[in-house]
């Protein structure tokens, strides 16, 4: 079988899992997973994973499970777990019944544990968090072991019951594995396998008082439910030879590690730590904030699932770790609302035209197309009436030489409607600032044709005084003035102040009136916007800025940093 003859980036996980594949190491269907801890929203870091475990399931015609390592009862809730499914459907991945939890494996994970205890490999350690620190030694220096390390298998049976019966208090004791004090590998110096956790599990309630850690659970979890190929990130490389020798020792089945690297961002930090201290510390509005890199925010922003997942194909799979620029992200997502996106007139910074030959109350009903890439999408209808917004952008009272759109004399083509000739301005009697701008049109360049071929370099968009919506429109930036802000010595102190623009009293093109949150649009010659689908109402629009209509990136033609 060759998993790879549709996909256009080949990767060295794929080449493994098709020779796995071919010489019948598997036995049977590919089964990855895509493990999330419930104590986050996934980010677009996950969304990699994700489209590498669910994409070579699809692939290969496979399984790929959605199990939650909820281990850890004081960090993971019930909305976590709810946000991050419904994510991962919005990203269009599907596990079907293959939904799971460590919770559901915590009576089988406790057995294994009394397992090792009786082979001889684990015990009952009464040393604290920081002793156990301390007597594990660095790199340059073994470890020194616990003076309980010696206890009894009975003992040690004895004092693992107590724990789950609830009789010791929290941090008391803690069961280790008994492996190599003096191990080269930090991780096999008789890592803690259990923990006490006086705390409720959103799950099983006040069932359990210990906790599997991670890496205990995680392997074991891989093992019960049959993955052939756990993948995971580079930080887990170190923790394999752990993964590998509980496996072994239990004797169960023995899934295959292999590990990717994670995905870096600029002007971005993907840890789920720094990324809660943002929401916690209002830096923004909360993990939906669509300045965050969180599938949730991204969403809310205007990215559509094709988008990411173009991206993620785009950055592929290595074991080299790089930063990846977020133009790339921003460029794949405009090549694709480029594609679908529906485009209408929005005016951010209104001036009022007033076109003095335009006959009183006659509204005129122009065609616009809805996407000059999808003729089939047809087209819409935009009123044109005496009064009309523009941007105040497009209007230079003392114009400089190179500048084409509508000033004192110069004529200039409104979008899809007529030339119009600036002739005179309003100003508001005490301040002097232009309130108005007077205009001639032309009726003979209906559909900004000119049928003397006279020829006008500058085209503006506009829209109707009376017939258009406002809206809240909101611009944002990088969340984060430096490039690479995991490299700060503070991340916090280098949040952009300015990440956030809100602008109030904008003038959008009538044909949004009624639309469902999270629609995609184009506003011409501004950049590509979506309906909030939190703050957004019928009788008070918000839109969010989701990017510019043109960035560097594609010039540029690179994005690995």
Known sequence: MNINSDNKNKDFIRDIVEKDINSNKVGGKIITRFPPEPNGHLHIGHAKSLCLNFGIAQETGGICHLRFDDTNPTKETQEFVESI?????????NWEEHLYFASNYFESLYHFAIDLIEKGKAYVDDLTHDEIREYRGTLNEPGIESPYRSRTVKENLDLFIRMRSGEFGEGARVLRAKIDMESGNLNMRDPVLYRIIKASHHRTGEAWCIYP??????GQSDSIEKITHSLCTMEFEDHRPLYDWIIETLGIHHPKQIEFARLNLTHTVLSKRKLAELVQDKYVTGWDDPRMPTLAGLRRRGYTPAAIKNFCDRIGVSKRQNTIEIELLEHCGREDLNRIARRVMGVLNPIKVIIDNFPEGRVEELEALNNPEDLQAGVHSVPFTKELYIESDDFQENPSNKFYRLAPGQEVRLRYAYFITCVGLDRDQDTGEIIAIHCTYDPETKGGQAPDHRKVKGTIHWVSVTHSVEAEVRIYDHLFLDERPDQADDYRSIVNPNSLRVLKSCKIDPSVAGALAGINYQFERVGYFCIDNIDS?????????????????????TYRV
Do not use: C, E
């Open 213 to 218: 850690m991670y890496d205990f659970a995680h």
């Open 537 to 557: 109402t019928s009788d008070a629009l918000v839109f969010n800025q989701t990017m510019p209509l043109r960035s560097s990136w594609a010039k540029a033609n």
């Open 85 to 93: 499914i419904d994510d991962i459907r919005w990203l269009g991945w």
